[in-house]
Structure formats: C-alpha cells, structure tokens
C-alpha cells in the first residue's frame, strides 16, 4: 500500500512558477514509476508528466514540455513537479499517481495503482 500526499499548490499569475511535492508512505517508493495528472473543472483527468523508478528517463505532455520539470528524490520518498512560466490553461488540480508497469510509464491514467487528493494550481492572467 503506497499513500501519496501532494502539497505545493497554490495561486499564481501568469508568468510565474510553482513547485508540486509529493511525498509517499511505504519503503518500496523507488520501484513505482511516478506520474503528475491534472483535472481542470469540466475536463478529463489529463496526463502531464512521469518519471521512471530510477529518475532516469522522463516523460511530458505536449503542452507542458520546455516548462515543467520532474524529478524525484528516492532518499526522500519524494516526487516534484517544477511548473515555470505557468500559463493560465495550467489551472487546475494536479494529482500525483504511482504505477510499476509500462503503461504507467506511457502515461495511461487507469495503469495507476495509487493516487493522491490532488493540490489546487489557480493562474491568473
């Protein structure tokens, strides 16, 4: 069982950054491939990024490539999401997920096995 505690949100305008943490429960983080969703109101949960196990490959969506960065600390049970010259289509709320198969690692949402309750990311124009 893996509980994922996600923290960072918060109101920005446009332009600006924020990094998302978030920290896993359990002694086995460093097996899960690790996953950054997000849910706007009246849209589907959409995949943002991932990251392997070891933190050595990455992966993005289209629209956030160039402007977010994930990385995880395995010492700390730990996942970021850097999100930099935020836009206000970023709006929404983003939820870390954990996985271990390749699917998870494609970015499918429903190959996620754990998810956390989401942090709330509001950019103003």
């Known amino acids: 069982q893996v509980q994922l505690v996600e923290s960072g949100g918060g109101s920005v305008q446009t332009g600006g950054s924020l990094r998302l943490s978030c920290a896993a429960s359990?002694?086995?983080?460093?097996?899960?491939?690790m996953g950054w969703f997000r849910q706007a109101p009246g849209k589907e949960r959409e995949f943002v990024s991932v990251?392997?196990?070891?933190?050595?490959?990455?992966r993005y969506a289209d629209s956030v490539k160039g402007r977010f960065t994930i990385s995880r600390d395995n010492g700390k049970n730990t996942v970021y999401l850097q999100m930099d010259s935020l836009k206000p289509e970023d709006a929404a709320v983003y939820y870390c997920?954990?996985?271990?198969?390749?699917?998870?690692?494609?970015?499918?949402?429903?190959?996620?096995?754990?998810w956390g309750q989401g942090t709330q990311v509001t950019v103003s124009s």
């Open positions: 997920a954990a996985g271990t198969s390749m699917r998870a690692y494609a970015g499918i949402r429903n190959a996620y096995d754990y």
């Open positions: 359990g002694r086995t983080f460093s097996s899960y491939v």
């Open positions: 990251i392997s196990p070891s933190g050595d490959g990455t």
